[in-house]
């Protein structure tokens, strides 16, 4: 079994290339939840989404999130009501939206309810939120404290940010089987997804810290740095303000104490030379995902490099 951790866009991207290379049984996806949304009284997943579109085939390949295909009558309608449409939410990926918050009325879990949408949609793969709990990432601001997708998607990431914490993550407890998902697994691969917002909640919960350290199968991160500098959205900033050098130095030290390798891009590969010093394993590649055939290859390298380790530990004992 293979366990990737991921937050949406980076991550979806990563995962639909492990997608294509293992059997859907042999995946599970461990997902941040903590920019999870309470909106028009609904109950949004953005994460689980996207991954959860990404691997029914449907998640909008222009916007990189939503429905493909969608049309907005919902969210026009809503403005025309005076009610608040700075969150775009689509028709059809409302439906998921009002199911889920059905389900979760109802009282089945988070796991419950991301399990239940992802069979109706298809999909073999197991996708567990973090946690069945609440945590909820906050961002300090000059303007205050802004929930994420505040600061996101309603005020575009414009913001200095001076700190980042998740709020309820100390008396939050794991979702059913994702530690065993982690200790089980014959590779841990850390999606290149944000280093703070979507894999430093997932790291916040307790026990998936101890849980990677512990683990005998290797702990493979992809950068999601390049240079200095994120590939999309603020990953850089949010390293920054959290005392995290922007680089793949910074990747580092946010998974120090459980990472055995890291894949960077081709042109840090100098960089990555002085952290093999410190015993981490570096391999450079285009980690770049452009296209389909980019998402194949970078899931194959990364793949590739815990798989070796796997044998090479084997041979060892
Ligand atoms: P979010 O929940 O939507 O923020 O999604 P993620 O955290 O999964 O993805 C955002 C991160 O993915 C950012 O830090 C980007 O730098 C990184 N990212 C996006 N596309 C790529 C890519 O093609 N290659 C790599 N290496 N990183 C990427």
């Known amino acids: ?24 049984e042999e995946l599970t996806i461990i997902v941040n939840t903590a920019d999870d949304y309470r909106w028009w009284g609904l109950q949004v997943s953005p994460d689980l989404d996207s991954i959860t579109y990404m691997l029914a085939g449907i998640l909008s390949s222009a916007r990189g999130w939503g429905v493909e295909g969608d049309t907005f009558h919902c969210l ?39 399990e239940i949408i992802a069979g109706k949609l298809g999909i073999g793969a197991r996708i567990l939120p973090m946690t069945d709990d609440s945590v909820e990432t906050r961002i300090k601001t000059a303007e205050g404290e802004l929930g994420f997708q505040e600061y996101f998607v309603r005020r575009s990431c414009r913001d200095q940010v001076h700190g980042v914490r998740f709020v309820g993550d100390s008396r939050s407890r794991p979702a059913p089987g994702a530690l065993e998902a982690i200790t ?18 997932i790291l916040s919960v307790p026990g998936f810290s101890d849980a990677l350290a512990r683990t005998s199968a290797p702990v493979v991160a992809v950068s999601p740095i390049i240079g200095r500098t994120a590939v999309s959205g603020p990953a850089a900033n949010l390293m920054a303000a959290q005392g995290l050098e922007p680089s793949i130095v910074g990747v580092v030290d946010a998974y120090r104490g459980f990472l055995d390798m890291l894949l960077v891009h081709e042109s840090d590969a100098h960089a990555g030379r002085k952290l093999e010093r410190e ?18 290859r970078v899931a194959r390298s990364a793949l590739a490099l815990a798989r070796r380790n796997v044998v090479s530990t084997a041979e060892v004992e």
């Open 184 to 201: 089980a697994a014959e590779a841990v691969l850390l999606a290149p997804s944000n280093p703070v917002t979507s894999i430093g909640p």
């Open 76 to 114: 026009q309608t809503m403005q025309k009501l005076e009610q608040p449409a700075w969150f775009s939410v689509g028709d059809r990926d409302l439906a998921t939206h009002l199911v889920r918050t059905r389900l979760l009325a109802e009282g089945h879990r988070l796991s419950q309810a991301t």
């Open 279 to 296: 015993g981490l394993e570096v391999h450079a590649a285009d980690i770049l995902m452009r296209t389909n055939q980019d998402r194949l």
């Open 1 to 24: 079994m293979i366990t990737v951790l991921t937050g949406g866009t980076g991550g979806a991207k990563f995962v639909d290339g492990l997608s294509r290379l293992l059997p859907a």
